[in-house]
């Protein structure tokens, strides 16, 4: 097997374990199924209790309180969901009932290989095997 290293950190990566590292992670990202009513309720609400000091009946229409309280819940969120919040989102999220209407929306992502070639611009060509040779050490 070929090694590809990485440059600047002086280190090589067997390139199958790469590829498949990096088409699984793709994989899983497009196929994520979204949390259950009953799963989000069991995470979250634990969470508004402790951190966000909600009550039971209005845990759902609490807010953060401050930056560090919504890290420490958007983190456990994460964590517990394994799916990211884009930094784009974050603005958007201002209580629990915010938190909970995103992960119950779907995340469409277009496949690179669905798109046709004339909604792209000239410019950009989609290579899917391309793979970048390394730099010359001399």
């Excluded at 496949?111 to 909604?119: A, H, M, V």
């Amino acid at each position: 097997m070929s090694k590809i290293p990485f440059l600047g950190k002086g280190k090589s990566e067997d390139k199958d374990h790469f590829e498949s590292a990096v088409t699984n992670r793709s994989e899983d990202w497009f196929e994520q199924e979204l949390p259950t009513e009953d799963h989000i309720e069991q995470v979250m609400f634990p969470l508004a209790l402790q951190l966000l000091g909600a009550s039971e009946e209005g845990w759902r229409s609490a807010t953060f309180p401050d930056l560090a309280s919504k890290f420490q819940f958007l983190t456990a969120c994460i964590e517990q969901f394994e799916r990211d919040i884009p930094s784009s989102e974050l603005t958007y999220l201002a209580s629990v009932e915010d938190v909970i209407r995103y992960y119950q929306t779907p995340v469409v992502r277009p496949k690179y290989i669905e798109l046709r070639p004339q909604s792209l611009p000239l410019n950009v060509k989609i290579v899917m095997d391309s793979i970048k040779k390394p730099l010359d050490q001399s």
